[in-house]
């Protein structure tokens, strides 16, 4: 029969229907309800026109009187309580809410009609399943209503650590064994972390933030990842995610909770996410780098991508041009309906998150997340540029700075040196000795810490004593030389201007070296050595001692 003769006699079929329950008067039923707007009738029910392929009808029409219920389209049944949807020029139909899938591929490449019985119940709330989704869920697994099986299936004790969630008799197949063998498509998905491929739709819908293809939701089948250890999300099962709040962060960054004025905030640290060749922005660490920036992979600021197909600025810490439909610095927030390659399903409140609020001091732009490369990192122990307030404030927040600034607000005037792998810090400046490249500190200079004297490789450590008979730490002077303390390590002796620098006691067991600069037990920083200085009693030999002279 071909596609036109049955759409005409799909057509015909729901006339004489429609017709039927149109001029049907009503009589008494006895104890038959008539639902949804039928009315009772004086005839034996006919339900020829809802045949399965072996030839018998759905066993859902007996009668013990010549009574039935005419039913408007879309209802079958007795009562018409059962709802029913006639695939397009075909006499497949779906029951009880099923939804009808047009065009499923099999594995002979022919279409075939398939219903889906994601929302297929009745009333009651009984879930049915089936090719048609005329099988009622009877004996369940445990106290978990959304497990159960059919046709003599045996429950899996060991799902979902291991196998599918029934045990099939010979013959039969599927989630809950209700499909004969060879009367559906094969479910062809490669599912990855112990999913199950299943045909219909994903229950989860809120798993699609992702930019994916698509590719599985156009075949009619998706990936369950189910409730296993991890949990693992994604068109495959490929990306694992952790609890964070009512969501979830992806692609392994870690939850991090505040309480900021009494209320509790949760934020995902994309961080971890980065992996040697990706990087993940957005609310949930859920987008992929779709192009990185000149200075991705080096500085102070850490990897600078684009996301949602972004384009990089050439001022790398302006951030990202985005495409229509999505702001923030790296383009990842999802905003309105016109973006160019809108999520299947948008993440919630994304619009809110594009505010970034924290004040660069005009040397940088604000960003939404934690500060991938935190200032220690850089600057050792010098712990008055660096701690926890470097990553992020309390509301998730960093900026990104122009060359030239450092820190958490891009407050801090450092020069970058060793190709990008240190930094001279306070206005001390770069230079190159002989083969290597060092900070030198006389240059140095801090109103805010009120000193030019400073130490370190970085000339990171600032003065916290003047070896000077008469001077003090916060009171300009450059003829003051080398004479100083820092870290309040404390003067051996006060010498007289132009005298050799008398050397410090420093703290035991954490500082050494002649300004007590040095910490104990720790490498120096790669890259700057110590500039030799001739009035040092060691002979020049401490690490980065340069400062005013």
Not at 40 to 59: A, R, Y
Not at 119 to 134: F, L, P, S, T
Not at 258 to 285: I, K, M, P, Q
Not at 318 to 341: H, I, K, M, Q, W
């Amino acid at each position: 029969m071909g596609a036109t003769t049955l759409k005409r006699a799909a057509a015909t079929l729901a006339l004489l229907m429609l017709s039927s329950w149109a001029r049907g008067e009503s009589v008494p039923c006895g104890s038959i309800k008539c639902e949804n707007d039928s009315v009772c009738i004086q005839d034996s029910p006919n339900f020829e026109d809802h045949v399965l392929p072996d030839g018998s009808t759905l066993d859902i029409h007996s009668t013990n009187t010549d009574t039935h219920c005419a039913c408007p389209p879309g209802w079958t049944g007795v009562s018409c309580d059962i709802r029913y949807h006639a695939c397009d020029g075909s006499s497949h139909k779906c029951y009880h809410g099923g939804e009808c899938v047009l065009g499923l591929i099999d594995k002979y490449d022919n279409e075939q009609l398939y219903c889906n019985c994601d929302m297929a119940q009745d009333e009651e709330g009984n879930r049915y399943v089936g090719k048609y989704c005329e099988q009622q869920s009877m004996i369940y697994c445990g106290d978990d209503l959304s497990r159960f099986c059919l046709n003599n299936g045996v429950c899996n004790s060991e799902y979902p650590l291991a196998g599918k969630s029934c045990m099939c008799q010979d013959g039969f197949e599927g989630e809950f064994c209700e499909y004969k063998v060879d009367t559906v498509p094969d479910c062809t998905l490669d599912c990855q972390n112990g999913g199950h491929c299943k045909l219909g739709t994903p229950h989860e819908p809120s798993m699609d933030y992702f930019n994916v293809s698509g590719k599985a939701a156009e075949s009619f089948q998706y990936c369950d990842c189910g409730d296993m250890p991890g949990k693992y999300h994604g068109e495959f099962c490929e990306i694992t995610s952790e609890k964070c709040g009512e969501d979830q962060c992806y692609h392994g960054s870690k939850c991090v909770e505040s309480v900021v004025n009494g209320e509790t905030l949760h934020h995902c640290d994309c961080r971890y996410a980065n992996t040697d060749s990706v990087s993940y922005a957005g609310r949930f660490c859920q987008y992929e780098a779709t192009e990185y920036c000149d200075k991705g992979d080096s500085g102070i600021n850490g990897h600078l991508f684009c996301v949602n197909n972004g384009q990089c600025q050439k001022d790398y810490y302006l951030g990202c041009t985005c495409p229509a439909g999505y702001r923030g610095f790296s383009c990842e927030y999802y905003v309105d309906e016109n973006a160019s390659d809108k999520p299947h399903v948008p993440p919630p409140d994304d619009v809110e998150d594009t505010i970034c609020s924290l004040h660069c001091n005009g040397h940088g732009t604000c960003r939404n997340g934690i500060k991938e490369k935190p200032l220690d990192e850089v600057v050792g122990d010098a712990t008055h540029l660096n701690g926890d307030e470097a990553l992020s404030n309390d509301y998730h927040e960093h900026c990104v700075c122009e060359e030239g600034f450092v820190g958490l607000q891009c407050e801090h005037k450092a020069d970058e040196c060793g190709g990008g792998q240190y930094h001279c810090f306070h206005g001390g400046q770069c230079y190159t000795g002989g083969d290597e490249q060092k900070c030198d500190c006389s240059t140095a200079n801090s109103t805010e810490l009120g000193t030019s004297h400073f130490a370190g490789d970085m000339c990171e450590h600032p003065a916290t004593e003047i070896c000077i008979e008469g001077s003090e730490v916060h009171k300009y002077n450059p003829s003051k030389g080398l004479s100083f303390c820092v870290n309040y390590g404390t003067c051996k002796a006060k010498v007289k201007e132009g005298e050799p620098h008398p050397g410090c006691d420093c703290e035991e067991g954490k500082w050494t070296g002649p300004h007590c600069e040095i910490k104990i037990a720790q490498q120096p920083v790669s890259g700057p050595t110590a500039i030799k200085n001739e009035s040092d009693d060691d002979g020049g030999k401490g690490f980065g001692v340069i400062s005013a002279i």
